[in-house]
């Protein structure tokens, strides 16, 4: 297949004929991508780009064991539900876990496997309440949009009132920032939000979110945060959830599954995205005792047969291939490099590292901590042009998330370091040269007072939200730090 539409024409028919809803990465100025190999995708120019925002693959676009594994099924057997095939994989993938995960019940998309496992724990505990992390996304189904703070706050009746929302343990901009004890405080205001929520809301059915908060920015929580949520959610009768769509099978690195870096065991898993390597294919895994409590009745609840086998090649391949080691030790070296520039630059405000992801937290000064989305946002458009696809992620897309296919090398590292090192410089150049003609010809502005030192309000702060929150799910010091609530009681 040739598409041999031009540019032009391409946008065209795409503002013709696709809802503006679906918008694409760099939306300005979308890539046409024509094919991928690896750790690249190939646009219709033929320049190859360095995918380092994939969450769909793992093992690498167009591995030709899945390519194989997938054609040999289109073959022979072609797309069919409802008969046995699904029976070796899932043998496969249940060994990779604890004992109390026995059975799978297969999907086509995280939302659609999110959605079930929010169905199954209400199923399960007679209850309807639910838990979610600040800021969190865990699908599109209506049943999430309206658990989700990233969208139940875009429709007209905000967060319903079954819906707790607990503060997210962000130790780098949050509460509780230097504070060895971050993690406790963070569990002990969790449970304050739970308590209230169920006096407003009834008994928690579930708690769902993702063991390390991806959408939020790659916020990895403090040591044993999450380990004690999950006992308290238990000992109060509701279920865990853990949203692996983003983070399973190896992309935390020697760890297989997300919720391992945690110490802790939720009672129902989902997954999606890179398990089938970007093929539809999505399962929630947990007790045989839970999955029960689906009425027989619920049978749109399946996958097909390629997908299947597609899911099971990418297992076999990274069993074989030992991509997870490999990919660290070029992720490590990634992080190595990175981690010069942090103090070189004071507009990179901190490094963070978990597995085979890292994050870049841009802000106007490493003093300040307030995020710089119009910068992070030039940066990204700027590795672009040097053949880099990175991630903008965060409440204030301020935060550039590296998570290649695994099997990024270190020659592919270098030429990444290479084109970052010079446009941060060109960055700092340019502000520079912003600095002096702003001295001498009129007051500084924020971005300027920032790179000058000069703080322009307290640290800490989180006034600069996307959107403001729906008045329901505010915390008392949530989007306002202890300086600026004091100057206001004042
Ligand atoms: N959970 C998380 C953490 C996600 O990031 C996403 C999608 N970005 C989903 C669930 C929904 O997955 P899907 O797009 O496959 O429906």
């Known amino acids: 297949y040739v598409d041999s539409l031009q540019m032009e024409e391409t946008y065209q028919l795409r503002r013709s004929y696709i809802a503006e809803s679906c918008q694409l990465h760099y939306n300005q100025s979308p890539l046409k991508i024509m094919s991928s190999e690896g750790v690249y995708l190939i646009d219709s120019m033929g320049t190859k780009y360095l995918d380092c925002a994939t969450r769909l693959s793992s093992v690498g676009h167009c591995h030709p064991c899945v390519v194989a594994a997938g054609r040999s099924m289109m073959q022979t057997m072609g797309a069919i539900q409802d008969f046995s095939q699904h029976e070796s994989y899932v043998k496969a993938l249940l060994k990779t876990l604890p004992p109390n995960f026995e059975v799978c019940l297969f999907t086509n998309s995280g939302s659609e496997a999110n959605d079930l496992a929010v169905q199954l ?76 929520g169920i006096a407003q809301g009834g008994e928690i059915a579930c708690f769902l979110s993702e063991p390390i908060f991806m959408v939020q920015g790659m916020i990895i929580p403090p040591a044993g945060y999450l380990a004690n949520i999950y006992s308290y959610i238990k000992s109060i009768g509701g279920l865990v959830i853990a949203d692996e769509i983003q983070l399973g099978m190896g992309r935390c690195g020697t760890q297989f599954w997300g919720f391992q870096t945690q110490g802790a065991v939720p009672d129902i898993l989902t997954l999606g995205k890179a398990m089938g390597n970007g093929y539809p294919l999505s399962v929630v895994i947990t007790s045989r005792q839970i999955a029960g409590t689906l009425p027989n009745w619920a049978k749109q609840y399946r996958c097909e047969s390629v997908a299947v086998a597609i899911g099971h090649a990418v297992l076999k391949v990274l069993d074989e291939e030992e991509l997870v080691r490999s990919g660290l030790q070029s992720m490590e070296y990634l992080y190595q490099k990175l981690v010069q520039y942090e103090s070189k630059f004071q507009f990179i405000g901190a490094i963070r590292k978990i597995g085979l992801i890292i994050g870049i937290e841009i802000v106007l000064s490493k003093e300040s901590r307030k995020p710089d989305s119009s910068l992070a946002e030039k940066i990204s458009y700027r590795l672009k042009d040097s053949s880099v696809i990175v991630a903008n992620e965060g409440n204030m897309k301020n935060i550039l998330v590296f998570m290649p296919p695994f099997c990024i090398t270190m020659r592919d590292v270098d030429m990444l370091v290479d084109g970052l090192g010079r446009i941060l410089t060109e960055i700092e150049v340019e502000n520079s040269t912003a600095i002096f003609d702003e001295i001498f010809t009129s007051q500084p502005s924020t971005s300027t007072s920032a790179l000058l030192g000069i703080s322009m309000a307290p640290s800490n702060d989180m006034t600069l939200e996307e959107e403001p929150p729906s008045p329901d799910v505010t915390f008392d010091y949530a989007y306002s730090d202890e300086e600026a609530r004091k100057e206001a009681e004042a």
Not at 152 to 176: E, H, I, M, S
Not at 184 to 191: G, I, N, S
């Open 121 to 196: 724990a209400r199923n399960y505990t007679n209850r309807k309440a639910v838990v979610v992390m600040e800021n969190s996304f865990h699908g599109s189904s209506e049943l999430l949009t309206e658990m989700c703070p990233k969208s139940f706050r875009r429709l007209p009746a905000g967060k319903p009132n079954w819906v707790t929302v607990v503060p997210l343990p962000d130790t780098y901009r949050g509460k509780y920032i230097h504070d060895i004890y971050a993690a406790q405080k963070y569990f002990e205001d969790a449970k304050d939000a739970i308590q209230k």
